[in-house]
């Protein structure tokens, strides 16, 4: 019987500017200095979890969208199956960055990409179950929507077969949506992810997951982005200072 092949250690090695592909500086996001940056460098993913941080603005969410659409997925969430049929764009919201990037892989086995991104958990659920009863009538409610925010965020997160079986998962926030349990509980599923061969991008506030021994940590902020130690992180500096003394954040905002 023949052996199976295993899966390349980093089923995407960078996502970069299409040749030629316009690049406009004072118009947004190229202006965000991450967005710049990935237009200008392209953007590395090395083997394993890799870890985006950021205050807001910063440009995580929308870096890891445009890679979700550049490897096919909607940018909703879900997978290149899900969604397959629904119009690509999201509005007057979607950056257009995707379009201008492409996708450097590996040799090798490939597989579709899963996105999950916590604001749009319930409209991937929502299609689930129109999925699952095409026709006529309003279909009977998805289980997942019968389960809280969190619970059904985790059941998808550690439990659904999209997630175990894609070789690049990307997640935006997925702390928004779990208890401090479950984010040790994801944590040590993307290790498992990575331990597989599997690759993971996620944008993320939570000081508990980029904490995940082993994981590659990149900070954007007002110069782009690079690889920061998690001791030397803003957030992490942030939580412990005020863990430390609250009430003196609390005294310089009420």
Not at 114 to 125: D, G, I, P
Request: proline share 10%; net charge negative; glycine share 10%.
């Amino acid at each position: 019987m023949p052996t199976q092949e295993p899966p390349p250690a980093r089923p995407v090695r960078r996502v970069e500017r299409v040749p030629g592909a316009p690049v406009d500086p004072g118009a947004w996001p190229d202006s965000v200095p991450a967005v710049a940056q990935l237009l200008r460098e392209g953007l590395e993913l090395p083997a394993g979890v890799t870890f985006l941080v950021g205050a807001n603005g910063t440009g995580k969410s929308t870096v890891v969208e445009a890679v979700a659409e550049v490897l096919g997925v909607h940018p909703e969430g879900g997978s290149a199956a899900h969604l397959a049929g629904a119009d690509r764009g999201r509005g007057a919201d979607r950056s257009g960055l995707a379009d201008r990037l492409r996708a450097v892989r590996s040799p090798g086995r490939r597989g579709p990409a899963f996105f999950l991104r916590a604001e749009t958990a319930h409209r991937f659920y929502t299609y689930l179950e129109e999925a699952a009863h095409p026709g006529e009538g309003p279909p009977p409610p998805h289980p997942l929507h019968r389960l809280s925010h969190g619970e059904g965020f985790t059941e998808v997160l550690l439990r659904s077969r999209w997630v175990r079986e894609a070789p690049v998962l990307l997640l935006d926030e997925p702390e928004s949506a779990l208890s401090f349990e479950n984010q040790l509980l994801l944590g040590a599923a993307l290790a498992g992810a990575a331990a597989e061969g599997r690759q993971v991008l996620c944008a993320t506030h939570s000081p508990l997951l980029t904490a995940l021994p082993g994981a590659h940590v990149l900070q954007l902020d007002g110069h782009g982005l690079a690889p920061v130690a998690w001791e030397e992180l803003e957030l992490v500096r942030e939580w412990r200072f005020f863990l430390d003394a609250p009430e003196r954040y609390w005294r310089g905002v009420l």
